[in-house]
């Protein structure tokens, strides 16, 4: 085989095409990525008492996120310890006073202990905690579930909060946002044919926004140049002169979150927290995208639109707001859902150019080979 | 009369599995009554010790049918019949019961 051409200096190499569709690669990285980081996995809110439930896909894993009968999140794997069955098929429902699996009966309560089952009694040297559900580290934190199914989970203020210190310089600036006091105003639910690796892509650059989104540009003026939030550590995009707030039209925003700084009025911040988290704030609200990779060709994103509390409970008219980062969301993923046929050409076999705007993307890319080789192995 | 447990060791709100043959179930309820049955969900073998305790009344850990301590009687499907009720005695702060003598329904 042929070396490849080298790169003129302006340009840097993407990953091959086969990191996007090689279903051997998305195993290892559900290995080495999603079941081993630090995974945000439900808003706190939708856990609202003791046995509220959501089950979520993380990894190759279905994880059952609960409360405790004193109120703190937990999660367990969805298999019952007796012969496997999934405990609970449903996306999210409220268990009235344990997990009973609907197969043979064996009943778990909000600790995962196992509290009942039939013919327990006659079988006095089965313990309970030993056999009661297998638990998923849990950190709650901006108002959201987070898990990680490591079995040594890395260290929460280095991976998940070091993000914010790169992207932002300090974890204050986030803090000013309060977003686990802000309420939900609008969630929506996109399922992206696309690997997830082109989602973060997508989100880290701006090269595609004044082409793609015309509304975002209109806002934000300074990413017609091309250079995402993101290029910069602790810049945020300056809306443009004539707009009122972040919304389809620039019309008027809703009320400010009154912790933010002034220098954080009228200007649009991203985090990029790795592997499956985008958050963007503005002066009136906060969106959190989370990403559930699903299949190396299909990532389902939530995307959360929260809001001051009283915003929500006033039912307060939220919908320029919302409209316009949910035409960004369906812009972009209809450039992921482009973009991800044309992984298994030949033609991009060794994978396609980064311009110099985009040559951050490479270190994402580095990061994601790192983590695939960690531990040695054949990186696929 | 058997002995059970302490009556402290058996705060409001739970339950004593007593390993007698057949088992029984020693109830304390959040009113502070002390209740006595067999242990032996009448539909399936589960532990009624492991149950739910509300007011008078255990439902079953395994399939929700509800037991009302001070009769033994059963409230809906899938148990139907009954269980027995025990005499409960408190002595020298020690829970004592007296199995029933009645045969098992
Ligand atoms: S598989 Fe769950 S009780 Fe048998
Ligand atoms: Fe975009």
Not at chain 1, 263 to 279: G, M
Request: hydrophobic residues 40%; negative net charge; aromatic residues 10%.
């Amino acid at each position: 085989m042929s070396l490849p051409p080298s790169l003129p200096p302006s340009l840097v190499a993407t990953l091959p095409g086969a990191y996007y569709t090689d279903p051997g690669v998305f195993a290892r990285e559900c290995e080495r990525v999603f079941e081993s980081m630090w995974f945000c996995a439900v808003r706190a809110s939708d856990l609202p008492k003791p046995g509220a439930f959501r089950t979520v896909q993380v990894g190759r894993e279905s994880i059952l996120v609960t409360r405790a009968r004193d109120g703190s999140a937990r999660a367990f794997y969805n298999v019952c310890r007796h012969r496997g069955a999934r405990l609970r098929t449903e996306e999210s429902g409220e268990a009235r006073r344990a997990f009973q699996c609907p197969y043979h009966a064996w009943t778990y309560d909000f600790d995962g202990r196992l509290v009942a089952a039939p013919n327990l009694t006659k079988m006095p040297d089965l313990d309970r905690v030993e056999y009661g559900l297998v638990n998923v580290a849990v950190r709650e934190w901006l108002g959201y579930v987070w898990v990680c199914l490591a079995e040594e989970p890395p260290s929460f203020e280095e991976d998940v909060l070091g993000e914010v210190r790169t992207r932002l310089g300090d974890v204050a600036s986030l803090d000013n946002y309060d977003v686990a006091g802000l309420a939900l105003g609008r969630r929506i639910r996109y399922d992206v044919a696309a690997n997830w690796k082109l989602i973060v892509e997508n989100f880290m650059e701006c090269y595609h926004c004044a082409t793609i989104h015309p509304e975002l540009t209109e806002v934000l003026p300074e990413f017609a140049g091309g250079y995402a939030a993101q290029y910069y550590v602790g810049h945020g995009a300056l809306f443009g002169e004539e707009i009122r707030g972040f919304t389809v039209d620039g019309s008027e925003g809703l009320d400010r979150i009154p912790g933010i700084r002034e220098d954080q009025d009228r200007r649009y911040y991203a985090i990029t927290i790795k592997p499956q988290v985008f958050v963007n704030m503005v002066p009136d609200h906060v969106i959190v995208h989370r990403m559930f990779p699903l299949a190396v060709d299909r990532t389902v994103v939530e995307c959360d639109w929260l809001y001051l509390p009283e915003v929500v409970e006033a039912g307060r008219d939220v919908s320029r707001s919302v409209e316009l980062f949910h035409r960004v969301n369906e812009q972009d993923f209809d450039a992921c859902e482009r973009t991800q046929p044309s992984m298994s050409s030949r033609t991009y076999a060794r994978g396609g150019v980064l311009v110099p705007s985009e040559h951050h993307i490479g270190l994402f890319h580095d990061w994601v080979r790192g983590r695939l080789s960690e531990g040695g192995g054949d990186a696929g | 009369m058997i002995p059970v447990c302490p009556l402290r060791s058996l705060p409001r709100g739970e339950a004593f599995r007593l390993d007698a043959d057949p088992p029984i179930a020693v109830f304390h309820t959040e009113d502070g009554e002390i209740y006595a049955i067999d242990d032996t969900c009448t539909h399936q073998d589960a532990s009624l010790a492991d149950g739910w305790l509300e007011g008078c009344e255990v439902e079953c850990p395994l399939h929700a049918s509800r037991f009302d301590l001070r009769t033994g009687k059963v409230d809906s499907p899938p148990a139907k019949l009954p269980v027995r009720t025990h005499t409960v005695v408190v002595e020298a702060d020690t829970i004592y019961v007296i199995p029933s003598q009645e045969p098992r329904p």
